[in-house]
DNA sequence: TTAATTGTGCTTCCGATAAGCACAATTAAT
DNA sequence: ATTAATTGTGCTTATCGGAAGCACAATTAA
C-alpha cells in the first residue's frame, strides 16, 4: 500500500486508502476500529482517522467513539460510488465557495474551467458503485 | 502568477505556465524567447523551456534554436485545445504504457478507473479552443 | 474504575516539483 | 571569423503540501 504513484494530478493516497478502508468494512459486514483497518490498509491509525471523517461527514460510514468502538459503513456497498469518494476526499471539493477570486483574469478563467472538468471526473467516478467495484475485484 | 493553488489534482504550475505562455505566442503572434515569455509570465526561463519541449513534443508550438531564436505557434489559436495543452503537459499521460502491474489487484483495479476517468477530464478540455478561451479574458 | 477508542492539535519528516545555475550546441548578426 | 543570443539539458538546491506520528482530551463500554 504504498504509494507508488507518481502523478500529482490523481491517486493521492487519501483516496486509495479511503477506497480500501471502505472495501474492508464492505467485506467484514462489522465495525472495524481505526488501528483495525490502519493494519489491513498499511497506513496510519491516525492519518486513517482523518480520512475516516471526511467520510463520515460524507454521510458514507458513521463512527462510534469510547471502548468498542469503530467505524461502520452508512450506506450498502450498492449506493456508494467512487464519485461519492472522490468527492469526500477531494480538498477541492470541500473548499470555501470563494475559490480565485484574486490573481489575473485568465487565471480566474482558466481555474473555472480547471474546476467543471472536475466535476467531469466526479460524474465519470459516480458510475461506479462500490458493490460494482468489488466485482471486478478477486480477493486472495 | 505565484502558485495560489491549493489543490493536488488539478491546475499544477506547469498548465497554468503553459496556458499562459500560448496565450502570450498567439497575441503576439511572433516568436518570442524563453526570457521573454518568462518574464511575462513571472516563471524562469529554464522550468519554461522545459515546459516549452513539452509543447513542441506535442506539435503545439516549435522552437528555434541560436541567436533570435525562441518559439512559435506551430498551429493557430482555433486549432489548440485545452485538452491538448493538459495531454501534453501531464505527466502520466507521457509515461509508459506498463502503469501499475505490481501491488494488489484492488490497487490496479482503482488505477485502471482512475486513467479512465483522467481521459474524460482531457475530452472535456478538448471543448475548448485556445481560441474561444482568449474570448473569454478581458486583456488589461 | 479501567480500558479502548475517536477526534484533533501539533510537530516532524518526506518526496515531488519548481528554482536556478551552468554550459554545450546551435544559429544568426556583425 | 567572431561574437552574441538562444535552446536544450544535466545537475544541485530550495520549497512546500501532504503524510507520519505523537499526545491527549473526551467519550463510552467493559
New interface residues.
Given amino acids: 500500500?504504498r504509494n507508488?504513484?507518481?502523478?500529482?494530478?490523481?491517486?493521492?493516497p487519501r483516496?486509495?486508502i479511503a477506497?480500501?478502508a471502505i472495501?474492508w468494512l464492505a467485506r467484514s459486514g462489522s465495525m472495524l476500529s481505526s488501528a483495525m483497518i490502519a493494519s489491513q490498509v498499511d497506513s496510519h491509525a491516525t492519518f486513517l482517522r482523518r480520512v475516516m471523517q471526511s467520510l463520515s461527514h460524507a454521510g458514507i460510514v458513521d463512527s462510534k467513539g469510547g471502548r468498542e468502538g469503530g467505524y461502520f459503513l452508512k450506506k450498502s456497498p450498492a449506493e456508494i460510488t467512487?464519485g461519492d469518494i472522490y468527492e469526500a476526499i477531494?480538498?477541492?471539493c470541500n473548499?470555501s465557495e470563494i475559490k480565485?477570486d484574486?490573481?489575473?483574469?485568465?487565471?480566474i478563467?482558466?481555474?473555472k474551467?480547471?474546476?467543471?472538468?472536475?466535476l467531469?471526473?466526479i460524474e465519470?467516478?459516480r458510475h461506479?458503485t462500490i458493490a460494482q467495484?468489488m466485482d471486478?475485484?478477486?480477493?486472495?
Fill in positions: 500500500m507508488t504513484s507518481r502523478s500529482v494530478h490523481i491517486g493521492p483516496l486509495k477506497v480500501h472495501v467512487l477531494c480538498p477541492v473548499e480565485v484574486c490573481g489575473e483574469q485568465i487565471d478563467e482558466l481555474e474551467i480547471l474546476q467543471e472538468a472536475e467531469q471526473t465519470y467516478l461506479y467495484f471486478r475485484i478477486h480477493f486472495s
